[in-house]
């Protein structure tokens, strides 16, 4: 009898843990298996590990919007969104507008978002036009949109019509700076709203709760009749259209709400970063995002917000843990930056070329 209990047991196990390999699915278990192993190098290694977790609090709270940008574009089918630079830039033209006046505080933020939020809504509909053209190949083409975007933006903060002496060039007295500082105006604004800390660790109350919010937002969003509408344009196009859906106006929107979220996202991005990068700096964004949104469990065939979230704390963890780990081991040689390329675009790699089941 006994042999028996011990045999129904041993099955029992077995099928809750296969059950539980395959909802958590083979990328998530060896990320999280390295992560794990990085915090205990780390703790043999005698370091910080308050400020590691204090790191990675932040940079997840910090492009946690940007990984929910994908978020749109994946459930209706468009794919995944390679030209956030056109977002990106949007909220860059918006913190610029707002340091131009002078603003600080959560007003200039708010004031920049406000302002960001129009031009990512005209240009997400021209993105969304472009995109409908070449269906088939929008992440191809979304990839090199964002470039030229970039590219044509050079030329736009050269010539851009703005006064404040704090961005412009101090020789010429025209033209934008490649980095501009927010530390007088509405730098860690979100950060520093209610953070505490706990055991040690700083909890970016503010800069969490605003990508909370969101998630929470989008995930109420697809409960609307407009989100189950999409949600059925990416299951199956044809039922949808036969439905009476407008399947193309369901791809525009897509693509417009993932403009937008881009262009908040920038501006969250900035603040906690404590500057605005201009020119060539939104060039690689979308890739950081596509990758967290991948290895969040995230495809082609279904999306979700907690594979954004999911995705967002593990990529971004991994980034900010293991830098000063391998600095540490590898004491007496500075290989932080080419370990930051390693990892960061390795882990990219991996997570494009999984398959759709990882």
Not at 44 to 53: A, E, F, G, P, R
Request: charged share 10%.
């Amino acid at each position: 009898m006994a042999l028996n209990t011990n045999k129904v047991t041993n099955i029992f196990t077995s099928h809750h843990l296969k059950a539980f390999y395959e909802k958590l699915g083979l990328p998530r278990l060896i990320i999280s298996s390295f992560l794990l192993a990085l915090f205990i190098l780390a703790f043999v290694m005698k370091m910080d590990i308050t400020i590691l977790l204090s790191d990675s609090l932040a940079r997840i709270g910090m492009n946690g919007l940007l990984v929910l940008a994908m978020l749109p574009t994946l459930v209706t089918g468009v794919g995944l969104n390679f030209g956030l630079p056109v977002g990106f830039v949007c909220g860059l033209v918006g913190g610029v507008i707002s340091l131009e006046y002078n603003l600080t505080g959560f007003t200039g933020f708010f004031v920049a978002i406000l302002c960001a939020i129009p031009l990512a809504v005209i240009t997400g509909y021209l993105y969304a036009s472009l995109l409908d053209r070449v269906r088939g190949q929008e992440m191809m083409v979304g990839t090199y949109v964002g470039f030229a975007v970039v590219a044509g933006m050079c030329i736009f903060w050269l010539t851009a019509p703005f006064n404040n002496p704090s961005m412009i060039w101090a020789i010429g007295g025209q033209g934008l700076r490649v980095t501009i500082t927010l530390y007088e105006h509405y730098s860690k604004v979100l950060n520093n709203f209610l953070a505490f800390k706990l055991f040690g660790v700083t909890i970016p109350t503010g800069l969490l709760l605003f990508f909370g919010l969101f998630c929470w937002l989008i995930h109420l969003f697809f409960r609307t009749r407009t989100g189950l509408a999409m949600l059925a344009t990416g299951a199956n196009p044809m039922y949808a259209k036969s439905s009476g859906i407008d399947t193309r106006a369901m791809r525009y929107t897509s693509v417009i709400i993932s403009n937008v979220l881009a262009a908040i996202g920038a501006l969250v991005y900035a603040q906690s970063y404590g500057f605005l990068q201009l020119y060539t700096a939104p060039l690689y964004m979308a890739f950081p995002a596509v990758a967290a949104a991948l290895i969040g469990g995230a495809s082609l065939k279904k999306a979700t917000v907690s594979h954004i979230i999911i995705g967002t704390v593990l990529f971004q963890t991994l980034l900010t843990i293991a830098l000063p780990v391998t600095q540490t081991v590898l004491r007496g040689t500075d290989i932080s930056e080419i370990a930051r390329m390693i990892i960061s675009n390795g882990m990219i790699l991996y997570a494009l070329t999984r398959n759709e089941r990882g």
